[in-house]
């Protein structure tokens, strides 16, 4: 028999990889379609969580209202990102300099401007101290499953972020702009042969990514009933990790490699404090990089 | 006739040394305000740190997103051996940069054979590793509370505690470390890094040691770095985790990127405007920060090259500081040997 104990981890971890796993997706997103890593992400789900927290302390909607307005400002925030700090280093359009790490590289050092900007920004704006949510909509009220005790957050993380999760699936598989989106992270050059618009589709996966990781942080913010303009950091780091182990551009990769850092760590929070359960994220993205390169369930690829 | 006889060409050094040694100490002093040497200090130590990351990111061509986490490592070892073993500043300067650089070739013996996007992605874990210890091991490192420096600088049993005494000990220590990099830099040595950088699978196939290249500027950057750590766990006499956080790293890259990537004096050029500007804009408040960022920005937008680009500072120190600039036969500049 189980020690009802580690359930309950189980459970915690799980709806903590889940959103890991919507943060995740933004980043492999982004990765399929240019190649680049945006660093500015973990800012995404920042704004999100603070546009979540406006709305809630401004008009106290039901507590959805607040996961749309999330979702709204990381489109919208996916799609400012995208010009500000992506557009303007695509000067040239053909393979070599798409692929060139002069373009890797400038993006990844704007974005990283941009994200310091925008987290500055948000301290000035809200100031540096952890903001706490109104009592009423903290996600925690306990609800007993068998031996487990669980909180109703675990279950709104874990159903909102599979409805995503399938959603983004559907959006893949199934419309155009899905269609779109897989065909330029296949091939950009092929797929504007084919007469895709790139530029738009690359917009498209800003926003869809970001509205992803904007969920994710206004969810991780109710559950937790903590917002600060620095949260975004660390899950960041995590998804980033995950998105790693999953091989990049995977992303049912991602999300399983999501999920088993999510359950890893609420399990190390057992054994050791939760200071070191960092650590945790780290040493398996050290370890993969070590043996397994190209990810857990990435595809082979040339050089790492 | 050997040209590094004439008196013109060694001017923007001498210059550039007069600066540091005479002429900014007497406006110090003329001010007379511990504020503005610390801030002087502060801007030296930085100087430091960005071309020690100029030589792993700028010169061999490696993005590295955890630097500050050495730097943390030599100030810590550093405190740990003043305030336990009670060694003076004679032994700690030497000893953390090497400590630094020992942590540095463990972690890069298993990581040091990834390239590009993972080699980033795997110093930053290494950063943050090294950060988590530096906060959460509450019993060697006394954790978010930080270790309070008691011992000054003293070398060699002259006391050099004082405001001008820390100043000039900095300064020295700071300009022997660039100069040694200076020379690194702009070697043969040098060569076989940028090598690196513009096609490690080329440099390899040419035969270049790529891997054990990679290792050896990743160790000496390290060494440079913890110096740099001394210095300032001696300047301030208190050090904690959070001077040492991926939020440090980042501005010495922005340093290292504002001035000019692969360009020693960008690296310098960066250091005092990120550091100075902000003093500078003390009246803007909250402000200053964000200007951090918004000065990376519009640098990365419209000066890819930085302010003072690879180009241009290797014509610059060809001019300037050619004494043992080896040429071919035609007459082509290579570097020093």
């Known amino acids: 028999m189980i020690d009802p104990y580690y359930l309950q981890q189980l459970a915690i971890g799980l709806s903590l990889g889940m959103t890991y796993a919507l943060m995740a997706i933004g980043f492999t997103l982004i990765f399929g379609v240019l190649n680049v890593v945006n660093f500015a992400h973990g800012e995404v789900y920042t704004l999100g969580a603070f546009a979540g927290l406006v709305l809630i302390t401004a008009s106290a909607p039901p507590i959805f209202a607040a996961i749309f307005a999330a979702l709204a400002i990381g489109a919208f925030a996916g799609f400012s990102l995208e010009r500000l700090a992506f557009k303007p280093f695509r000067r040239f359009t053909d393979e070599a300099s798409l692929k060139s790490r002069a373009m890797r590289e400038s993006t990844l050092l704007s974005s990283l401007a941009v994200s310091i900007i925008v987290r500055e920004g948000l301290e000035i704006v809200f100031g540096s101290q952890m903001r706490s949510v109104p009592f009423e909509y903290l996600i925690n009220t306990p609800v007993r499953v068998g031996p487990v005790i669980l909180v109703t957050g675990d279950f709104i993380i874990f159903a909102v972020s599979a409805v995503m999760l399938i959603g983004l699936q559907y959006l893949l598989r199934r419309t155009r702009v899905g269609l779109s989106i897989r065909a330029v992270s296949n091939n950009p050059l092929g797929a504007k042969y084919v007469g895709i618009d790139t530029d738009r589709t690359i917009i498209m996966t800003f926003v869809v990514g970001s509205m992803m990781g904007a969920a994710a942080g206004i969810l991780v913010g109710l559950y937790y009933g903590a917002i600060f303009p620095a949260m975004g950091f660390v899950p960041g780091i995590k998804a980033f990790v995950a998105m790693v182990m999953g091989g990049l551009s995977s992303i049912p990769g991602a999300v399983i490699c999501a999920l088993i850092l999510g359950i890893a760590e609420s399990m190390a929070t057992t054994f050791v404090s939760s200071g070191w359960s960092d650590m945790v994220a780290y040493g398996f993205l050290i370890l993969t990089l070590i043996f397994f390169p190209s990810g857990l369930f990435g595809a082979g690829r040339e050089r790492v | ?337």
């Not at chain 2, 010169?59 to 003043?82: P, Q, R, S």
């Not at chain 2, 000496?220 to 991926?246: E, Q, R």
């Open chain 2, 1 to 337: 006739m050997n040209a590094s006889k004439s008196p013109t060409r060694l001017i923007v050094p001498a210059l550039v040394l007069l600066a540091v040694f005479a002429a900014l100490p007497a406006v110090l002093a003329s001010f007379d305000r511990g504020y503005f040497y610390q801030i002087a200090n502060l801007s030296l130590i930085f100087v430091l740190l960005a071309s020690s990351l100029h030589l792993v990111t700028g010169v061999a061509g490696l993005l590295h997103l955890g630097h500050a986490a050495f730097y943390g490592v030599g100030a810590y070892t550093a405190a740990l051996l003043a305030t336990k073993a009670g060694l003076g500043f004679t032994f700690t300067l030497p000893l953390s940069g090497l400590v630094a650089a020992l942590i540095a070739f463990l972690v890069a013996l298993p990581t040091m054979r990834l390239v590009s996007i993972y080699f980033a992605v795997a110093t930053l874990a290494i950063g943050q590793m090294l950060y988590l210890v530096m906060l959460n091991w509450v019993d060697f490192t006394k954790g978010p509370n930080g270790i309070i420096v008691t011992k000054g600088l003293n070398l060699f049993g002259f006391d050099l505690s004082g405001r001008l005494g820390t100043y000039y000990t900095v300064a020295a220590v700071v300009t022997l470390c660039v100069i040694a990099i200076g020379r690194l830099s702009h070697s043969y040595y040098g060569n076989a890094l940028r090598s690196i950088r513009e096609d490690d699978q080329c440099a390899d196939a040419m035969g270049v040691r790529t891997v054990r290249l990679k290792m050896e500027v990743f160790t000496l950057s390290a060494f440079f770095a913890g110096v740099a750590g001394s210095l300032w766990a001696h300047m301030t006499g208190y050090i904690s985790p959070g001077d040492f956080k991926f939020s440090e790293s980042i501005l010495i890259l922005a340093m290292i990127v504002v001035g000019g990537l692969g360009s020693l004096p960008g690296a310098i050029i960066g250091a005092l405007l990120l550091i100075l500007l902000p003093e500078g804009l003390r009246g803007m408040g909250d402000f200053r920060n964000i200007m951090v960022g918004v000065v990376m920005f519009l640098s990365i937008l419209f000066l890819p090259k930085g302010l003072l680009g690879e180009v241009s500072a290797l014509k610059l120190v060809r001019q300037q500081l050619n004494a043992a600039w080896r040429r071919t036969d035609n007459g082509i500049g290579i570097g020093w040997r």
